[in-house]
């Protein structure tokens, strides 16, 4: 995260090298980390998957998603000319110990033409009942014995359940060292994320603030308008809960809820994170009814379109019980959060599509002004917005101006596009390259994986042997279900939305 020098010469075996995934983000990733001069001189990038393919006809697919998908747009011919140089296709099928001989070949081969020992960089960008036989096969093939010099980047979903996660762990833990092992949440990469630690933690004035005295309480909402699109096989047997607040909204959570930090290392920022995990309250099958709230989105008119419902998508259980919203609200049993409840939510086919953090502080403790001073009137609010706007605004009561003392609600904000003229990396380029530096600050731990299953385990069964009677409950282009405004007026608060003017746009 802290980028001390440019890094030693590297390999990158992508398996799924012929997917989505490394098409959409890998390759454009890749692609800009080149544009910016952080890749070194001598690198290489090995697709692998089971279409045959040349070493050409791999390049003009990836020329393809870079072009379509790279935040820096098109790529210029000379700068394609000279990255393509590094890109290669090894057909192979990953579970067939055989070929990963060809492998051990062509790292040697480079090893060879450096002069170098590189560090190789094994990408599992495949459907997780992969990731067992890869690392196995790498094992076997002794193509990741070098704790130094090997890494194995393990995209989510990291386990189904507490019991697969660890299974994984076991199994990965038996082949590699921890710290060869980089377990990817895309939500840690993102800029306006790692800026929560910066504004926590370089800003002397928050700390005093930052605790049960103050904060009343905390709302971490991601909703999308996009549905399941082509991706109903897995997200059927995933659902919300598992596709996103086991990983991405948990992981927010421990940002916001974390101890400072002694220093930035890896391993001291994740203990403090982990330590958030294990201080929050675990649930009763009660507490399950009483403070989670799930939904499924119904067919509904999106921007003009009409759109199926969930039952109605591609690969999707017609009778489905999954998901796609989910809210619950969460405690966290230490001095500094005791009673402050953290709400999360998040669902798909929502009216907005925004990432946003809002920390609601406590209201002023005596009420100086006469009633008609009011006009609006907001307990001060810090909003951080992670996406599509990005920014943090707080929310302060003002004077507005006049012969009268009339107060309103007023932001100061802290906006990226206007503060900033360079472009924000995307948040696997940053990943990308803190796997090639070896650093795992923006990494899961595989304790902190156990911890977060740990947690969501009881809403996951108790979801999961009682269905849902009333799905779908929610239409599309809605806030969800009206359980999960209950779930927060009950305590007299309500979801906090960005306001469509201060919206930078949608996805
Ligand atoms: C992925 C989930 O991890 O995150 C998807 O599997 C979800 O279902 C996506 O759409 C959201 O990521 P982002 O970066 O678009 O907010």
Known sequence: MIRTSKSEP????IFGGTGDLNYRKLAPALYNLFLDGWLPEQFSIIGTGRTKLTDDEYKVKLHEGINQFSRSGKAEDGKWEE???????????ATNPDSYKEFGTRIENHNNEWNAKATVIYYLAVSPNFFPIIAKNISKSNLGTDPDKTRIVIEKPFGHDLESAKELNKLLGSIFTERQIYRIDHYLGKETVQNILAFRFA????????????????????????????RGDYYDKAGALRDMIQ?????????????????????????????????????????????????????GWMEGKQVPGYREEAKVDPDSNTETFAAIKFFIDNWRWQGVPFYVRTGKRMHQASSVISIQFKDVPHFVFPKEAVESWQQNRLIISIQPEMSIRLEVQAKRPGLDMILNTVDMVFDYKGTYASQAPEAYETLLLDTMMGDQTLFMRGDQVEEAWDLIMPVLSTWNNKKSLNFPNYSADSWGPELAEALIARDGFHWFTLPVNKKSGSK
Not at 10 to 13: D, E, H, V
Not at 84 to 93: G, K, N
Not at 203 to 230: A, C, F, K, M
């Open 83 to 93: 990255f393509s140089q590094h890109i290669y296709y090894q057909i192979a099928d």
């Open 247 to 299: 990983n991405h909204l948990l992981q927010l959570l421990c940002i916001i809820a974390m101890e400072p930090p002694i220093n930035f290392n890896a391993d001291e920022v994740r203990n403090r994170k982990v330590d958030v995990l294990r201080a929050m309250r675990k649930f009763t099958p009660d507490d399950v009814r009483m403070s989670a709230v799930r939904g499924q989105y119904g067919k």
């Open 203 to 230: 800003n002397s004035i928050l700390e005093p603030v930052w605790n049960r005295s103050y904060i009343e309480h905390v709302q971490i909402s991601v909703t999308e308008q996009l549905g399941v699109e082509d």
């Open 10 to 13: 590297t390999i990158f075996i």
